[in-house]
């Protein structure tokens, strides 16, 4: 059961109408990393948890404060919305509120939510389940949960900056806190986890025997630069080996012949050969 109590969590009140903003601030709303990302996250997560007790009770309530967040947030949009027109004509870009529509106002704010916030991103692009993860493991989970608290403060930072007014940057002093707060629970929960022997260090904690034993413990050099493996933490105390110079374990990456019905372009290594061009170019090669 959820319980809708009639005051915000924090107050979100501008100091004056600001369209263009409320456009940008549409990312900490519907954004991959956005207030309705994380308040779905740990929704699914608790409902989906098989540990009763304290960190199903961490999560739901983290998951029931995000809601609060997202309506601190849709209140801040739709105040810094007041007076956005609805209509608009060739003369209206005169007028200062319409030049900021036309210059980066979010139009659908005010043609579908009626001068509203949008469950989108700050592109209006409309927020996707698929931002969400919700394991059962809470190891994997708790990671993902740091994770996206570290991109949303981020977020929230880089927005803090692009405004001067008062009530936007109290509002956001408060979400930054908040963030601060729930990297460093989850971090905490992490620890928690291995401490009562319910996960590792590794998600998930199983197969360990069955994994290809000679590759569970090297990195691949792969791109320019040798300083990867000046990295002691990763390295040597992780008992892990930088492998300088690796291999291709694998044959050609060879496509199966197509289905005749998909009409895929198809001609064996010998038929290609075979081609007058294939011919031409044999030709020019024994000539030089």
């Known amino acids: 059961m959820f319980r809708h109590t009639k005051l915000l969590q924090f107050e979100a009140k501008p100091e004056k109408p600001d369209p263009v903003y409320a456009h940008k601030l549409q990312e900490l709303i519907g954004g991959a990393f956005g207030e309705m990302t994380v308040t779905m996250q740990y929704l699914f997560q608790g409902w989906n948890c098989r540990v009763e007790g304290k960190y199903k009770d961490l999560i739901m309530d983290t998951a029931t404060e995000e809601i609060g967040h997202v309506e601190m947030l849709a209140t801040m949009v739709a105040r810094l919305l007041e007076g956005a027109p609805v209509t608009a004509t060739a003369e209206s870009v005169k007028d200062p509120v319409m030049a900021a529509v036309i210059g980066g106002m979010d139009p659908?704010?005010?043609?579908?939510?009626?001068?509203?916030?949008?469950?989108?991103?700050?592109?209006?692009?409309?927020?996707?389940?698929k931002y969400i993860v919700a394991s059962g493991n809470l190891l994997a989970d708790f990671r993902a949960?740091?994770?996206?608290?570290?991109?949303?403060?981020?977020?929230?930072?880089?927005?803090?900056?692009?405004?001067?007014?008062?009530?936007?940057?109290?509002?956001?002093?408060?979400?930054?806190?908040?963030?601060?707060?729930?990297?460093?629970?989850?971090?905490?929960?992490i620890e928690e986890l291995e401490a009562d022997?319910?996960?590792?260090?590794?998600?998930?904690?199983?197969?360990?025997?069955?994994?290809?034993?000679?590759?569970?413990?090297?990195?691949?050099?792969?791109?320019?630069?040798?300083?990867?493996?000046?990295?002691?933490?990763?390295?040597?105390?992780?008992?892990?080996?930088?492998?300088?110079?690796?291999?291709?374990?694998?044959?050609?990456?060879?496509?199966?012949?197509?289905?005749?019905?998909?009409?895929?372009?198809?001609?064996?290594?010998?038929d290609a050969k075979g081609t007058m061009k294939g011919k031409v170019k044999a030709v020019k090669s024994k000539a030089t």
């Open 108 to 129: 659908q704010q005010a043609i579908v939510a009626g001068g509203g916030a949008l469950p989108a991103d700050s592109n209006g692009t409309p927020w996707n389940g």
């Open 145 to 189: 949960n740091a994770a996206a608290e570290a991109q949303g403060r981020l977020q929230t930072a880089r927005l803090y900056n692009m405004t001067d007014d008062p009530g936007v940057k109290a509002m956001l002093q408060f979400n930054l806190a908040r963030d601060t707060v729930h990297q460093k629970q989850w971090l905490a929960a």
């Open 197 to 270: 022997g319910l996960e590792g260090d590794i998600a998930p904690n199983a197969l360990f025997d069955e994994e290809n034993q000679d590759h569970n413990h090297t990195i691949w050099h792969l791109s320019d630069g040798p300083d990867g493996a000046k990295g002691a933490s990763w390295t040597t105390e992780a008992g892990i080996e930088y492998l300088m110079n690796p291999k291709p374990l694998g044959g050609p990456g060879t496509a199966p012949k197509p289905d005749p019905a998909l009409y895929g372009t198809y001609a064996s290594l010998q």
